[in-house]
């Protein structure tokens, strides 16, 4: 195995605790104002980073995804419906990073909010590779035209495209 494996962040109890608002502290306690403000600033760099990670599976492969945070933190990939997911979740974790399947069958990719920019396209690659080897999806087989004002915008782009050719000429 070569580099370090990814891990999904393990959310920590107090996460939880201040998300429902059940905490409490003594009068004069700096602690809970500075967890409140590390959970915000962590919320919002996994925000973040789950933001990367989606564009990256929708671009390249077309595969949507959902942010997931429980025990474990990830982004659950929404795969077709006849997709054998047990390879699919063994072969993204054999790419060094913490891959899983929950007991719905869906395929969990670990994710943390102190994934550096190399992480998360490590994270984002391996995935997209597995899917592309495995599943032979591309991005432009999920980006098909579905709606009519879409499939206007697609025609007057092959349109400029076949014009920009024939200006060469």
């Known amino acids: 195995m070569r580099g370090t494996k990814?891990?999904?962040?393990?959310?920590?109890?107090?996460?939880?605790?201040?998300?429902?608002?059940?905490?409490?502290?003594?009068?004069?306690?700096?602690?809970?104002?500075?967890?409140?403000?590390?959970?915000?600033?962590?919320?919002?760099?996994?925000?973040?980073?789950?933001?990367?990670?989606?564009?990256?599976?929708?671009?390249?492969?077309?595969?949507?995804?959902?942010?997931?945070v429980g025990e474990r933190c990830s982004v659950v990939l929404d795969l077709p419906g006849d997709t054998d997911t047990e390879?699919?979740?063994?072969?993204?974790?054999?790419?060094?990073?913490?891959?899983?399947?929950?007991?719905?069958?869906?395929?969990?990719?670990?994710?943390?909010?102190?994934?550096?920019?190399?992480?998360?396209d490590q994270a984002v690659l391996s995935t997209v590779k597995v899917i592309h080897v495995l599943l032979g999806i591309h991005a432009s087989d999920a980006n098909k035209p579905k709606s009519f004002g879409q499939k206007i915008f697609g025609a007057v782009a092959e349109v400029v495209k076949l014009q920009k050719k024939v200006e060469k000429r």
């Open 6 to 68: 990814l891990l999904a962040w393990r959310v920590p109890p107090v996460w939880t605790s201040l998300q429902t608002g059940e905490t409490s502290a003594p009068e004069n306690s700096k602690v809970l104002p500075s967890q409140k403000q590390l959970i915000k600033a962590a919320q919002a760099t996994l925000d973040a980073v789950f933001g990367d990670v989606q564009t990256g599976l929708r671009e390249t492969v077309g595969v949507e995804c959902s942010l997931a």
């Open 87 to 120: 390879p699919i979740a063994r072969a993204i974790d054999m790419e060094n990073v913490e891959a899983w399947r929950d007991a719905g069958g869906r395929v969990h990719v670990g994710l943390s909010p102190w994934f550096s920019a190399k992480d998360v």
